[in-house]
């Protein structure tokens, strides 16, 4: 078998509910032991004013239409009782003042007005339109397998990533989870490696060396590289792998990607990176034995 071919291992492998354990893979991992309630150190604190803000959002929004209301009552009350000609009289101070607060309160209601007419644009996790996809290199040992199966069981656990693509020295190493349906087998579109690192967007990533984020994926040109994707992916992140590979996770929500998963997904690629720079070395001596 040529060291360039693709073939489906078989695996077992089947789509899971987000809350199920992991599997156990063959890794041993050091933790201390932490009890519940031992953990002494610093907690959080809570901003009551944004949580208050966040249950009573339309009453927020309604807010200044009633200040600016009360306001505009209260001036025209007193001018109503206060003795002064209804009239506005350029000369007296108090019409002036009187002015100047009817136009507040009208700013206030115009405002008010302003805020219930914007609504924000809920978003929500979207069911990817494609297939279910386990496609691996075909020259890929037992322990290189464990270790992409668990960063992807990882990251599809924590995070909305819903498809992973890694593609490294010019290879496709691994094309797992979602991926879109070909019309005309209806099976999953494979990985064009050397086209794809043509790419601007991989060009552009592995030249700056750092993490590209399209929060909102149906905003960039750049797509139209990523056919394999399912047509509704939201969001997309791009990791070097060093400066030979590159790993594409597709998300299934708008800016779902939070900065805590960025920064863990940078320490997975650098993990990636190191597992398969060794396989890819020791590779020549596996394929002559």
């Known amino acids: 078998m040529e060291a360039g071919t693709i073939l489906h291992i ?3 492998w089947t ?3 987000p ?3 992991l599997p156990n893979f063959p890794r041993f991992v050091r933790a201390s032991s932490i009890q519940r309630g031992s953990d002494k150190g610093p907690k959080p604190s809570r901003d009551w004013i944004a949580h208050w803000v966040s249950k009573k959002d339309e009453a927020v929004r309604s807010l200044p239409i009633y200040v600016g209301g009360a306001s505009l009552l209260t001036v025209l009350f007193n001018r109503a009782v206060s003795g002064i000609a209804p009239v506005a009289d350029a000369s007296s101070s108090q019409s002036r003042a009187d002015l100047l607060t009817l136009g507040l309160a009208v700013t206030s209601i115009l405002t008010g007005l302003v805020w219930l007419s914007i609504q924000p644009k809920s978003i929500t996790p979207v069911d990817p339109q494609g297939v279910e996809c386990q496609v691996f290199y075909s020259q890929l040992s037992e322990w290189v397998v464990s270790e992409i199966f668990w960063a992807w069981e990882s990251l599809s656990t924590i995070t909305c990533c819903r498809s992973l693509v890694i593609i490294y020295d010019c290879k496709c190493i691994v094309q797992i989870g979602a991926a879109a349906k070909s019309p005309n087998d209806g099976e999953p579109v494979i990985v064009d490696a050397a086209k794809l690192m043509q790419g601007s ?3 552009g990533v592995l030249k700056s060396g750092a993490q590209r984020y399209l929060a909102n994926l149906s905003l960039y040109p750049g797509r139209s590289e990523l056919p394999f994707l399912p047509s509704n992916t939201q969001a997309v992140i791009l990791q070097p792998l060093g400066d030979k590979g590159i790993a594409i996770l597709g998300g299934d929500t708008i800016r779902g990607f939070t900065t805590s998963d960025q920064a863990w997904i940078t320490f997975i690629g650098e993990k990636l ?3 398969l720079a060794k396989f890819m070395s020791d590779m020549p001596t596996v ?3």
């Open 19 to 21: 809350h199920a354990p």
């Open 273 to 275: 990176d190191a597992t």
């Open 287 to 289: 394929v002559q034995e």
């Open 10 to 12: 078989g695996i077992q």
């Open 15 to 17: 789509p899971r509910h």
């Open 201 to 203: 967007l991989c060009i």
